[in-house]
């Protein structure tokens, strides 16, 4: 909720405020501010402009209104944690944290006033986002590439979840939000060992030497399944730098490949940014459904009750014609929405264990002399996984695979780009500003569709041999 709270309306939002509308598209904004909101009744601003002007940094009123949202969430963080960012009460079993009533009740305060948030920014978002398709026809291709979408699950059941490989496959299907590998709008499998076992890391564009000849740390998986050579288990670093070549080696970032069996293509999934691969593969798996979440196979309902001041509320996140820059930052809103429901059902199964007398924290925990094991969940932008070998005690060697090396890798041994180039690449430039003032805000808003972080810095080379250095930052109109 902290995450996608600040990401959203404090980082991405910028991309859509007044002041850089008004600088790259001043017919955008003339537009805005004469077109209605169709639902001003619900979050207060009559005009998309107002919205647009509401999103300014630091003066804007919504998002103003966000940041102080976010200190809310990152205290209900703490109630749990400890601190924020880096918690003090995690420890290898569990959690040090003494459940109590008043505990509980500290966190549902700040997440009721959240779900009331929620109802108000859902709208907001659909406004802003269906006007700019509508005053830019076209705008559905900036950011657009195939669906190939990774998610790999998040929200653990515990009546289902025991942690071990044999039974992963079934308390994967158990999560609250489905795992799952989307290709070409179809859920391929939401099988964890599947997705596990078919993980490739290619190179081709990496300052990096291959490891076919390394050791081979794991040669099968606890259930008899072969593991190759080039799976995170097996990998081995040997970096090789060099000088930077475009037509070569160019990024110290490896690329993460899935092998589609029934192809055998190497598909450069991506996260989405988090959201919309969460959304598409728990609406195709249909599987959830826990009252206030409910997956149909073709959207997800969200469910969110009366809060102080507004009456009970249902949004409904469907499959969208495109994966774009657009519909991963309006999946982020609705993940939002999502998080709270989800949160809502956590809470009350808390308080019935807290209630039966079921305080149990933390497990004892003790090293294993030798085991192969891994992680699969969702971090806020997007699939991230562990993969661990321990001999002796000691790791022998230990790999995590977070969401940038799958969306920012480069262009792999067969020449297949990933997530960002292929974004990128032939993305129609909607900007209205020439060569001399040209800020590339259609660029940013598709790499900022995946990572809100990611364009700090962003090189453009706009011919005629001018190099354009961009630093396109989330404090954009704050000035010295």
């Given amino acids: 909720m902290f995450d996608h709270n600040i990401f959203q309306d404090n980082l991405v939002g910028v991309d859509f405020c007044e002041q850089m509308v008004k600088e790259t ?68 079993g569990g959690v040090g944290t003494v459940p109590t009533i008043q505990l509980f009740t500290d966190y549902l305060v700040r997440l009721m006033k959240y779900v009331e948030f929620m109802k108000k920014v859902v709208p907001l978002h659909d406004d802003l986002f269906d006007f700019f398709y509508e005053a830019l026809p076209g705008y559905e291709e900036v950011g657009r590439r195939r669906v190939l ?25 158990g999560m609250f939000v489905t795992p799952g590998v989307v290709v070409d709008g179809k859920l391929v499998t939401n099988d964890l060992v599947d997705i596990n076992l078919n993980i490739r ?72 940014g988090g959201p919309i691969a969460r959304f598409w593969a728990t ?97 806020v932008r997007g699939v991230l996984s562990h993969h661990v070998v321990i001999k002796d005690h000691k790791i022998a060697n230990y790999h995590p695979y977070p969401p940038t090396p799958w969306n920012a890798n480069p262009r792999d041994i067969y020449g297949t780009p990933g997530p960002y180039e292929d974004a990128v690449q032939n993305t129609p430039i909607f900007e209205e500003n020439g060569p001399d003032k040209f800020k590339g805000i259609d660029i940013m808003r598709a790499v900022r569709s995946f990572d809100p972080c990611l364009p700090c810095g962003v090189h453009m080379y706009l011919g005629n041999g001018k190099v354009l250095e961009t630093h396109h930052s989330p404090m954009f109109g704050l000035q010295p």
């Avoid at 979408?149 to 496959?169: E, R």
């Avoid at 080039?230 to 930077?244: F, L």
């Fill in 201 to 272: 890391i290619l190179l081709g564009s990496s300052y990096y030497d291959e490891w076919k000849n390394s050791e081979t740390f794991v040669k099968t998986d606890p259930l008899g399944n072969p593991v190759d050579q080039n799976h995170p288990w097996n990998q081995t670093t040997i970096p090789r730098p060099q000088k930077r070549d475009f037509a070569g080696k160019y990024t110290w970032v490896m690329s993460p490949r899935w092998l589609d069996k029934r192809t055998g293509d190497h598909l450069a999934l991506d996260t989405g």
């Fill in 283 to 379: 609406a195709l798996a249909g599987i959830v459904d826990i009252g206030y979440i409910k997956a149909t196979g073709h959207s997800v309902k969200i469910y969110l009750p009366k809060t102080q001041s507004l009456p009970e509320v249902e949004f409904e996140w469907k499959i969208p014609k495109w994966s774009n820059a657009i519909e991963r930052d309006r999946a982020r809103t609705y993940f939002q929405a999502y998080s709270a429901a989800a949160a809502l059902h956590f809470l009350e199964k808390a308080l019935a264990e807290l209630h039966a007398g079921r305080t149990k924290t933390w497990t004892d925990f003790k090293v294993p002399e030798s085991a192969i094991g891994c992680g699969f969940h969702e971090a």
């Fill in 149 to 173: 979408l990774a998610c790999w699950g998040s929200f653990n059941n515990p009546d289902v979840c025991d942690y071990t490989y044999k039974n992963m496959t079934k308390w994967g299907r």
């Fill in 25 to 92: 598209n001043p017919s955008v904004l003339a537009k805005a501010e004469t077109k209605l909101s169709p639902h001003s009744n619900l979050h207060g601003y009559r005009t998309i402009a107002d919205i647009m002007r509401a999103l300014n940094p630091f003066t804007g009123a919504f998002y103003r209104e966000a940041l102080q949202v976010s200190r809310m969430t990152r205290e209900m963080f703490c109630l749990m944690e400890g601190r924020h960012v880096h918690p003090s009460t995690l420890y290898p």
